[in-house]
């Protein structure tokens, strides 16, 4: 039977395993024991979901059984099992979630060093194994077995292998000078190995282990064998907090949750009273890949006393702080609760408001004592608070208003909403801010001018989402936000305003003239005293920005939505003073020049860049 070959990414991966350093290898039984787990939970949550009552759950476990005459380790266990296209899909190609995270950041690393600290997952068989054989069962499925000696290939055939679940034979690598395969067949090696990384396991892992005893009524020794519980199987959240270590949380989070990185935070809430339940949050450095798509799963695991009935209970966190990844377990829940009674569950949903809160308190803790940490979290989902703040016509902007960062345009780096206002000078009476694409182009937006030379600072925004959560929000203590685009820019005077209306009256003429010659290519034309050192630019519509305007003609049909703003001239520009002198072709001519080099100030694209280039030219 001709071999098949694994993608190039998975290549790349057991290439990695199979030459990882030594010391890292022991790993390998964590990663075939987790996946053991996640494949029993599969089964016992499927039955559960069929209705079906009677599962027995004693009767699920995980068997090591170490052959040193045929230097094999054998992992076994009674989960849910592959079908022969199960086989070829999960372990022919690169696994889904921890493994290709890692992939995408480290596969190029030289230091292999980092291989001990990630869930890498099946391939991690190849650190030890110089074959790998999985025989495995799904029910309802022809059985069937995979092979492989490493990076030549692997076959699927099919296989008599009886019971539902998955064996997996790893045949041990030759022993070389300084390297000990051998050891993972010792029983004292795998009962150390399994305490140290899979003591939590919820299902036993049981081997079979020689002792030796007295005899009865003799002095006589014998050697029995008999099964032994390697693990203690409590799980880590249910420990007392105290005894737990925090490199054992960032372990637990990694293999739970596949992620191969710490995560920024934990939090183990144990709350007792009229409600009791006990909670494990993480916060993650970095959105799963699966983050911004319809796969992503959000939601918190649900246990009823140490027992999972849910994997994504989406009740359990609001959708503002869906990057959360953890659990709940509480005593007070009936395991047979169903989705649609949940949504309607008292209960749960004061869990969900009480573990909101510590969210968030969490988060405005760090972003006070670790604001380096907090912006590496920002930097990974402020989107998502930003969202949160926008979103269901602003119902939680309040309760998640402090939560938010904005580059500050004056201090060059992050600032909250609330260090903005407490550095406003006596003067200033709103919260300015410039939107844009990029900082750079934020920075050198013409309207941000005269704000900055105020003395004022400028909140940068320059992601689709942040205009519009400022809108939603419309002031924070009682500071209304304004867009250094804004029509009144609450900046000047009284008399500063009436002798710009007087010279508008004068101008109105001229401004008639470079309508007529624009056409419906702008709203109107007006004279502005935002402008400082650029002649002309062009502001949204009742209260709607420029980039607002781009954000909306980016969603699904907004490619109809007309792009015509308000076009504004500098009276104290130089090139304003030459307008006047114009015949109307030479009007219409500058006109066009000055509204092009507006929209592309603002980032806009030109309806005709061709033409723009040619009367540049001319002109020069
Ligand atoms: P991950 O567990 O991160 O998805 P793995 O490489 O460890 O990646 O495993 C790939 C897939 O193979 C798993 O997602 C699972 O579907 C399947 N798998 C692995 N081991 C088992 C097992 N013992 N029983 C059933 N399915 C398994």
Known sequence: ???????????????????????????????????????????????????????????????????????????????????????????????????????????????????????VGFYAAFMVAKKVTVYSHREGEEPAVWESEGEDGYTVKPAGYEPVGTKIVLTLKDDGDEESYGEFLETYRLQSLVKKYSDYIRYPIRMQVERSRKKEGSDEYETVVEDQTLNSQVPLWRKNKSEITKEEYAQFYRDVFHDYEEPITTLHINAEGMLSYTALLFIPKHPPFDFNTKDFKRGLKLYANGVMIMEHCEELLPEYFNFVQGLVDSPDLSLNISREMLQHDRQLSAIANNLKKKILAELLRIQREERETYETFYKAFGRTLKFGVYDKFGANKDFLK????????????????????????????????????????????PQAERVADAGYDILCLTEDVDEFALRILE?????????????????????????????????????????TALGDKVLDVRLTDRLKSTAACLTGDEGMSVEMFKVLRQMPNGASIPMAFHFELNPDHPVYAKLASLDDDKLKEYADLLLAQAKLVAGLPLNDPAAFAESMLKLM
């Open 1 to 119: 039977m001709s071999k098949k070959q694994f993608k190039t990414e998975s290549k790349k991966l057991l290439d990695l395993m199979i030459h990882s350093i030594y010391t890292h290898r022991e790993i390998f039984l964590r990663e075939l024991i987790s996946n053991a787990s996640d494949a029993i939970d599969k089964r016992y949550y499927a039955a559960m979901q069929r209705g079906e009552t009677g599962v027995d759950k004693s009767a699920f476990e995980i068997r090591l059984e170490p052959n040193k005459a045929a230097r094999t380790l054998t992992i076994t266990d009674n989960g849910c099992g592959m079908s022969a296209a199960e086989l070829e899909q999960n372990l022919g190609t690169i696994a889904k979630s921890g493994t290709q995270a890692f992939r995408a950041e480290h596969a190029d690393a030289e230091d292999v060093d980092i291989i001990g600290k990630f869930g």
């Open 402 to 445: 402090d939560t938010l960062l904005f580059w500050s345009r004056r201090e060059d780096k992050y600032v909250t909403l609330k260090e903005y206002v407490d550095a406003m000078p006596e003067a200033q009476k709103s919260i300015y801010y410039a939107a844009g694409d990029t900082l750079s182009q934020v920075k050198k937006l």
């Open 475 to 515: 002031s924070y203590q009682e500071k209304p936000f304004r867009s250094v685009s804004d029509p009144d820019l609450d900046l000047f005077t009284d008399e500063q305003k009436k002798e710009l209306e007087k010279r508008a009256e004068e101008a109105k003429p001229l401004l008639e003239r470079i309508k």
